[in-house]
């Protein structure tokens, strides 16, 4: 249908409203869409830098992505085997040798990992500590219960306290997790993404798994960026912090608006994609070649590994 | 199975779509020669994106028959391996929304995907990628992820992606849709060389400038879904009442030495009269 044009304006479009541009003294409270922002802009700004330090001379970004995978796993592979706390720590080391070497910042590279292994793993394993849940040696008492204390059915010690065994065990696994997430990211660090998704490819990993995997990581970028836009939209027509019910509401509207448009985009990607000859079967450009230059970092990373699982071993 | 001639790349035959019971083409017959420059013309919602989606074999007619190089355009037939491998080889499409376009992890991969999915050989491949990206002007974005990329810039690489296969037809859909002039001067000088190499070009803009630089006919699509029009680009683009009638221009109020009146306004050529601030 053809728009036709308003014979005429309202009248209260035809008056200037608003004066001029004064300030309350009210500080306006940041609500989620402002928090959204600029999780968002961090998220981005952490992809760029990425990016960025993937494509630095450093010892593993120079490395063949395929061997340096294989490295990194067998690494991987030992934190998971190795049962005491000092070898873990010499491991942490060495990811953190293996960091400075590439040329990445230890701080932000030490602070991505250990801001989120004690808020996820050190919550799991927080009451392990405690005699509560696992007997042990105390080593700080926290409260006296009492003898023959109970809590409903449950029969509680005559004193809550922090137990060596607990304590240990804690430790044990944050570290193992921190050292476990550490290699990982340093490989997505020093590996641009498509170059990681070839070498696994190359490993033999199924390439559904690699190519929603890729795909997954492409298609966040845009949906992040709707996001914002959605966002700015709204906050340029909000002057103040909604009533939360009215937020909860709007935040549920934008999911589903996400949601929506996600799948309308999925649609328009697979056509895209059989456009151009794509039959269920993803295929790359791998142009991968080993050079002796990889050697020495790989025999670090490989006689590494081993001298942990036998260094574990030989402590018992 | 009904055979078309060698010359005619795409027939139609009162074809109908529709999204549910949103209707998008109704009963629209047309035909597309080989090397031709065709442009189809339409407003928002004519069906002009359906169209080149049923072209692509994406999507398939609700009633009546589209051919492709003398042969049924049908599911069935495209379940066929190696006819799909040979259609999709022969028909490449830049579809509008380029962010659907590129999914792959790098501009590298973005333009290898066809070629590679086609079917060719590694070393065509890798040839294929660095001559598409020279001519495009896009070698150093070549292992830069997609979404680090300007419009501009992913509208080159979405057109890349299909150069690469080297299909003998393109289809476009809205090209220069949000592009800055230079790239819509480098797309148009672009599109015209490929039909002078004897590529059969479709176009669906509502540019009438655009239409005017690439087409050797136009078709235009009206606002119920039908064929409003037909010819070549001097006939069409003066023939005012079409496109009025098409929303393809429009009809507003001018002030000229004083006096207001009103005639259709599209920006395409001048008005033959002089406007004063």
Redesign the interface.
Same mark, same amino acid.
């Given at each position: 249908?053809?728009a036709e044009?308003p014979t005429s304006l309202p009248a209260w479009m035809l008056e200037t409203e608003g004066g001029g541009i004064a300030p309350s003294g009210r500080r306006r409270r940041r609500g989620a869409a402002e928090r959204t922002l600029d999780g968002v802009a961090r998220a981005l700004e952490r992809s760029?830098f990425s990016?960025e330090l993937a494509a630095r001379a450093g010892t593993l970004q120079e490395m063949d992505p395929r061997l340096k995978t294989v490295c990194l796993a067998v690494l991987l592979l030992a934190a998971l085997l190795v049962r005491h706390l000092p070898v873990l720590a010499a491991m942490y080391a060495l990811v953190l040798v293996l960091a400075w070497a590439s040329l990445v910042p230890l701080g932000r590279f030490a602070g991505r990992v250990w801001l989120f292994v004690p808020l996820f793993t050190g919550l799991i394993v927080l009451p392990s500590i405690f005699n509560l849940f696992r007997p042990g040696d105390p080593l700080l008492v926290l409260w006296h219960f009492g003898e023959g204390a109970s809590l409903g059915p449950w029969q509680l010690p005559a004193e809550l306290a922090v137990t060596r065994q607990g304590l240990q065990g804690a430790l044990l696994l944050v570290t193992r997790t921190a050292v476990s997430v550490s290699l990982v990211v340093l490989l997505v660090l020093t590996t641009?993404?498509?170059v990681l998704?070839g070498a696994l490819r190359a490993l033999r990993l199924p390439r559904v798994f690699v190519l929603v995997l890729?795909?997954t990581?492409?298609?966040i970028?845009?949906l992040l960026?709707l996001v914002t836009e959605m966002h700015l939209a709204r906050l340029s027509r909000t002057a103040t912090r909604l009533p939360a019910r009215r937020e909860r509401r709007l935040a549920a509207a934008g999911i589903g608006t996400v949601l929506e448009k996600s799948q309308v985009?999925g649609t328009?990607?697979h056509?895209?994609?059989?456009?151009?000859?794509?039959?269920g079967?993803p295929?790359?450009?791998s142009?991968f070649s080993l050079r002796p230059a990889d050697l020495p970092p790989a025999a670090l990373m490989l006689l590494s590994a081993a001298a942990a699982w036998g260094g574990d071993r030989l402590l018992g | 199975m009904a055979e078309t001639g060698e010359e005619l790349v795409f027939e139609l035959r009162d074809v109908h779509f529709s999204y549910r019971d949103h209707v998008a083409l109704d009963g629209l017959s047309m035909s597309v020669q080989r090397g031709e420059r065709l442009v189809l013309l339409g407003a928002n919602g004519s069906g002009k994106s359906t169209l080149l989606?049923l072209l692509?074999g +994406?999507i398939f007619p609700d009633r009546g028959s589209i051919h492709a190089f003398g042969r049924k355009l049908t599911a069935e037939a495209l379940a066929d391996?190696g006819l799909?491998?040979s259609f999709?080889?022969r @028909? /490449? &499409?830049v &579809?509008q929304?380029s962010?659907?376009? +590129? &999914?792959?992890?790098?501009v590298?991969?973005e333009v290898? &995907? /066809?070629p +590679? %999915? +086609? /079917?060719l050989e %590694?070393r065509e @491949?890798?040839r294929r990628?660095a001559d598409t990206l020279h001519i495009m002007g896009l070698e150093h974005l070549a292992?830069r992820?997609?979404?680090?990329l300007s419009g501009g810039e992913k509208k080159k690489v979405a057109l890349a992606? @299909?150069l690469a296969?080297n299909p003998e037809v393109l289809l476009l859909d809205e090209p220069t849709a949000g592009l800055d002039p230079k790239t819509v001067g480098f797309l148009e000088r672009l599109l015209n060389q490929l039909a002078e190499a004897g590529k059969t070009v479709v176009t669906a803009t509502q540019d009438l400038d655009l239409a005017a630089a690439i087409a050797d006919r136009l078709l235009v699509l009206g606002?119920d879904h039908r064929r409003a029009g037909e010819g070549t680009p001097p006939e069409v683009l003066a023939d005012r009442r079409l496109l009025l009638e098409s929303?393809l221009v429009h009809d507003?109020p001018h002030r000229h030495d004083g006096r207001e009146h009103r005639h259709p306004h599209s920006h395409l050529e001048d008005h033959g009269h002089r406007h004063r601030d």
């Open positions: 249908m053809t044009a760029l990016e641009r993404w498509s998704m890729a795909m990581y492409r298609y970028h845009l960026g985009l328009e990607i056509e895209a994609m059989i456009s151009r000859g794509y039959s079967e295929l790359t450009l142009t | 989606k692509d +994406l391996e799909a491998r999709r080889r @028909v /490449g &499409f &579809f929304n962010d659907a376009q +590129l &999914f792959s992890a790098s590298r991969d290898a &995907f /066809g +590679l %999915h +086609l /079917g %590694h @491949v890798e990628v292992d992820p997609p979404y680090h992606s @299909v296969i606002e929303n507003h």
